[in-house]
């Protein structure tokens, strides 16, 4: 079966710092683009972070410039998603997706969910003290 699977969530205080991995079951990420993105509860999916097939290319939404990193494995067949200085608002539940692009292609972190060919089931970051 081919999919994306997310892991690493949970609960943090303020402050603290999370590592989330996207996981590819079924097919290899050496040439899909990824992006990561979020749904805090009322509100709309929105883009947080991607990278291109290379790794080459990397995207932040200014909301997390500075405190998120975006990185890859393919040995893995892994993306990273480290969250530093995670703050109350950062709070939502986190999704990957991964969409097949040549290698030289930028990233874009657009939310249409057609774009992406596969999406994973998300998992939870609560940040609360």
């Known amino acids: 079966q081919l999919q994306l699977v997310e892991s690493g969530g949970g609960l943090v205080q303020p402050g603290g710092s999370l590592r989330l991995s996207c996981a590819a079951s079924g097919f290899t990420l050496d040439y899909y683009a990824i992006g990561w993105f979020r749904q805090a509860p009322g509100k709309e999916r929105e883009g947080v972070s991607c990278i291109s097939s290379s790794g080459a290319v990397t995207n932040y939404a200014d909301s997390v410039k500075g405190r998120f990193t975006i990185s890859r494995d393919n040995a893995k067949n892994t993306v990273y998603l480290q969250m530093n200085s995670l703050k109350p608002e950062d709070t939502a539940v986190y999704y990957c997706?991964?969409?097949?692009?040549?290698?030289?292609?930028?990233?874009?972190?657009?939310?249409?969910?057609?774009?992406?060919?596969?999406w994973g089931q998300g998992t939870l970051v609560t940040v609360s003290s």
């Open positions: 997706a991964a969409v097949r692009l040549p290698v030289q292609a930028m990233c874009v972190m657009t939310v249409l969910l057609h774009y992406w060919d596969y």
